[in-house]
């Protein structure tokens, strides 16, 4: 027996139901969403606040002895006291920061087995070019306690068996005792120093 064809009215029931399933599926997706959002992401919750960058030194003084200027963001604009060239053609400068209140030496043009000191009256630091690498970049001693009236004093250590040890030292506010021989270094900023790493004093 044949099927009986809908009218007008079954049509119009079918279309009602079929949105009303709809709007079912919708509200109970957007229930869910809403139930599993977090609490934080609710409209008008707090926001944690951003945390800003500082790029203020991390140590001063005594607390920055030892360590090293670049991971304590003491190498951001410090002043070049002095630079001087050595005998062989390596170039050692003096460097000053008033806001950690702390000095260092870095060197450029080296040979592997070269060795860096720099002391401001109390413990020496040194460094040694140890690889090929180093002897493309800066390197770079750790730092020493300087202020108004200290006296830094660098000595550069040839690897050669012949070569002599070379100093030259340099007074806050006063001239600088030693050879300035020229320019600045052809390489950029410092890249590599294996100063040991210790915590800076909270």
């Known amino acids: 027996m044949a099927g009986r064809p809908y009218g007008r009215d079954t049509w119009t029931m079918i279309a009602l139901l079929s949105l009303v399933s709809v709007c079912a599926l919708l509200a109970g997706g957007l229930a869910l969403v809403l139930l599993l959002r977090p609490a934080g992401d609710a409209e008008g919750a707090p926001r944690p606040a951003p945390v800003p960058y500082s790029l203020a030194p991390r140590c001063h003084g005594v607390n920055c002895e030892g360590l090293d200027p670049i991971r304590l963001l003491c190498g951001i604009g410090p002043v070049g006291l002095t630079t001087y060239r050595t005998a062989g053609g390596a170039r050692v400068e ?13 060197a450029w043009g080296t040979r ?13 630091h040194d460094v040694r070019v140890r ?4 002897t493309e970049t800066y390197l770079y001693t750790a730092m020493v306690t300087a202020g108004p ?4 004093r660098a000595c550069f250590r040839p690897a050669s068996a012949g070569g002599e040890r070379e100093c030259f030292t340099a007074r806050m506010g006063h001239a600088v005792t030693g050879a300035d021989r ?15 790493h210790r915590p800076a004093p909270v």
């Open 94 to 106: 003096l460097r000053y920061s008033e806001k950690c209140g702390a000095s260092w030496a870095r």
């Open 112 to 124: 592997v087995g070269d060795r860096l000191e720099v002391t401001a009256g109390g413990p020496t």
């Open 131 to 134: 690889d090929k690498d180093d």
């Open 149 to 152: 009236g200290s006296t830094v």
């Open 182 to 196: 020229g320019p600045g270094p052809p390489f950029p900023a410092p890249a590599r120093r294996r100063v040991p």
